[in-house]
């Protein structure tokens, strides 16, 4: 599956962004999908994440500010993110994977950056 991600931007403490990305090359509907991103010198993390069922887990300093939501038809998963903070700032990218197993299909990374 070919994932390609796309939102990112430039954005004020206390603003908004919607992160998309878009799937091909298989079948979107029985992919996990998720969001994780990556600072300068730090790990990549999980922020989100909504199974095939549509049930979602988030990192704990998101929650209540960023909703993981996915369209099957457009084959699309979104990561909408409110009241966003300078420490949200990062490299953002999406993923898939198949139930049960560890292999990540990625996308290509999209900046975030929030100015305080």
């Known amino acids: 599956v070919q994932l390609q991600a796309s939102g990112g931007g430039l954005v004020q403490a206390g603003g908004s962004l919607r992160l998309s990305c878009a799937a091909s090359g298989g079948i979107f509907s029985i992919y996990a999908m998720s969001w994780y991103r990556q600072a300068p010198g730090k790990e990549r993390d999980l922020v989100a994440v909504?199974?095939?069922?549509?049930?979602?887990n988030y990192l704990e300093s998101v929650k209540g500010r960023f909703t993981i939501s996915r369209d099957n038809v457009k084959n699309t998963v979104y990561l909408q993110m409110n009241s966003l903070k300078p420490e949200d700032t990062a490299v953002y990218y999406c993923?898939?994977?198949?139930?049960?197993?560890?292999?990540?299909?990625w996308g290509q990374g999209t900046q975030v950056t929030v100015s305080s």
């Open positions: 909504i199974s095939s069922t549509g049930s979602t």
């Open positions: 993923a898939a994977h198949l139930p049960g197993t560890t292999h990540r299909y």
